[in-house]
């Protein structure tokens, strides 16, 4: 008898300690303080593209947001997956996924991947390649998700052209900027997959869409460096660009940079005697240089960093004084 009596003692202790452990949990906000809240991934505003083109449709997978704060941290799946026409986004966004994440917590990152991008021209279909299939995109602004919210990105890649044997290829370097959007009077979160939404004009100025905010996401990520249209003058502070995947460096555009293989590799275009609107495949390395002497336009390739980014130093020449070949 008495150790039966021993026995519910303790069970009775137990218990007590149990209750009074989901008590202080929920008082001090642990793992059931809260909730979730459905947050929606979307896509907005159209890519940078050669003349003629009609859509530009780029198919996706494995979407993910990076989680920080709060009860949740680490990376979490989204639902969904499909296919997005960017060259109907501009002033809309769509969703393309839904995930649900900790209240009060922070996204930070999200990322997608690319199984496959086809561009029509002229009411002709081609195959798209990317230097890199796995976009992952900085959330500016630490603001906090409390409520239905959209982790908004702003997807304005590139596509660039270029001749492959006696065929022209075409090449997509992606670029992205993101923000959170939480729903509120005026703006309503949708987090059906494929549904569409107008984008105001408060939340393009959030984007910093048509303000030239954003960041190149080329091999391995990184911001925008300092650039320079074809043939032009430097666009870096000093006479340096840092450059990555998407950045122009007089008549070479980068298409990718290898640290591991100390290569360069890029679309390199002819500006004389007669300048050509598709470049040409060109690889090049430390101590190379792109651009021409004869209007002061020659860079070096300086150098070559970890983070896949390339240092570009402006070489200073007198312009020929018969000027560049006519």
Not at 73 to 99: C, K, P, R, Y
Not at 174 to 185: C, E, H, L, R, Y
Not at 281 to 294: E, H, L, P, R, S
Request: charged share 10%.
């Amino acid at each position: 008898m008495a150790s039966k009596l021993l026995m519910y003692a303790a069970l009775a202790i137990v218990a007590i300690l149990v209750i009074a452990y989901v008590a202080s949990i929920s008082l001090s906000g642990g793992p059931w303080a809260g909730g979730t809240t459905r947050v929606a991934v979307q896509l907005t505003d159209p890519p940078s593209v050669p003349q003629g083109t009609q859509q530009l449709l780029v198919s996706y997978s494995s979407v993910e947001v990076h989680v920080s704060g709060s009860n949740q941290s680490g990376w979490v799946s989204a639902q969904g997956s499909g296919t997005v026409d960017l060259m109907g986004l501009q002033n809309f966004s769509e969703t393309i996924a839904d995930a649900s994440v900790a209240a009060n917590s922070t996204i930070n990152l999200v990322r997608f991947n690319i199984s496959s991008i086809k561009v029509m021209i002229n009411n002709s279909t081609y195959n798209v390649t990317s230097p890199n299939n796995q976009v992952t995109v900085s959330v500016t602004g630490g603001q906090k998700i409390n409520s239905s919210a959209a982790v908004l990105v702003d997807f304005y890649p590139t596509v660039n052209s270029h001749a492959s044997g006696n065929a022209t290829a075409y090449v997509l370097v992606p670029a992205a900027t993101a923000v959170v959007i939480n729903s509120n009077s005026t703006v309503s979160v949708n987090t059906a997959v494929g549904a569409r939404s107008s984008i105001t004009a408060g939340i393009r100025a959030k984007l910093g869409i048509g303000l030239g905010g954003g960041t190149c996401i080329g091999i391995g990520g990184g911001s925008c460096g300092a650039t320079t249209t074809v043939g032009g003058s430097s666009g870096g502070n000093n006479g340096t660009i840092m450059a990555t995947a998407g950045d122009r460096v007089s008549n070479f555009l980068v298409e990718s940079v290898n640290y591991s293989s100390r290569t360069v590799f890029g679309l390199r275009y002819t500006l004389y005697p007669v300048a050509t609107t598709v470049g040409a495949n060109a690889t090049i390395q430390v101590n190379d240089t792109v651009g021409y002497a004869c209007d002061n336009s020659e860079w070096k390739l300086r150098d070559i960093y970890s983070n896949d980014t390339a240092l570009f130093v402006h070489i200073q020449n007198s312009p020929s004084p018969g000027g560049c070949p006519i």
